[in-house]
């Protein structure tokens, strides 16, 4: 069964300590893993997409990596501001359908 | 250019009622996605639409449907409300469909709140 697991569920960390978030799947056919950053009362904003292992994008502070299993989000330097839940979903080999798998999210709050 | 456009942002309603969900994607977006996220489950896929026609559904009751006009905008239709109905009802938008064409995420609005009491 595709399944997207994100750890760890919840984060806190001092502004400038930096740390990776975990997104391990386990799917029949990878067409595209999605990161996203969802604050309080909105939706999810869109950050990357990856679609191969070994692949890497980056944004201000933060950095998306790929491998065949997982996917990490690392975040340099946080600052309060990046506070907020961040979702992974990753996209299936189903034919031409739009099906993502998300994850639960990974809760992080950055302390001044 | 203007993000998606969900309305009402809040809403409540009693049990057996029926409710309809309004989405206006980003300007140019021909697809159209519905999720329900709730807690303990998270974002759960209802369904999608694209020109008009429905592509794709998730595991959800009949009670949930929806529809698209040919501006590209979209409601969402819940009838007979349950409890188990309250989430946040999330619309995203797309300049394409289906699966496999790079640069095409899905584009989220701020949601409806939904309260069945």
Redesign the interface.
């Known amino acids: 069964e595709d399944q997207v697991t994100q750890s760890p569920e919840a984060l806190r960390l001092q502004e400038g300590e930096s740390s990776s978030l975990n997104c391990s799947y386990t799917v029949s056919g990878l ?2 893993l ?1 990161w ?1 950053r969802q604050d309080p ?6 950050l990357f ?1 990856l ?1 191969s292992a070994g692949e890497e994008k980056e944004k201000e502070r933060l950095k998306a990596t790929l491998t065949k299993k997982e996917s990490f989000l690392h975040i340099t330097a946080p600052k309060p501001e990046d506070s907020a839940t961040y ?1 992974c ?1 990753v ?1 299936a ?8 798998i ?4 990974t809760s992080l709050g950055v302390n001044p | 250019k203007a993000g ?1 456009t969900q309305t009402p942002r809040y809403l409540i309603k009693t049990r057996g009622q029926q409710v309809t969900l309004s989405c206006s994607p980003i300007s140019g977006h021909r ?1 159209v ?1 519905w999720y329900q996220q709730t807690p303990g489950q ?4 209802l369904f ?1 639409y694209f020109s008009e026609t429905q ?2 559904k998730g595991n959800f009751p009949g009670r949930f449907s929806g529809r698209q006009f040919s501006n590209s905008r979209s409601e969402m239709n819940v009838s007979t409300l349950e409890l188990g109905d309250s989430a946040l009802y ?1 619309c ?1 938008s ?1 300049s394409s ?4 064409i ?2 095409s ?7 409806t709140r939904l309260t069945v009491t």
């Open positions: 067409r595209g999605f996203y009362g909105k939706g999810p904003e869109f997409t679609y979702l979903a996209q080999d189903a034919g031409n359908n739009r099906k993502l998300w994850g639960l999210g | 998606v697809s996605s998270g974002l759960q896929f999608e592509r794709n999330l995203a797309s469909p289906g699966t496999g790079k640069n995420p899905l584009h989220f609005g701020n949601g």
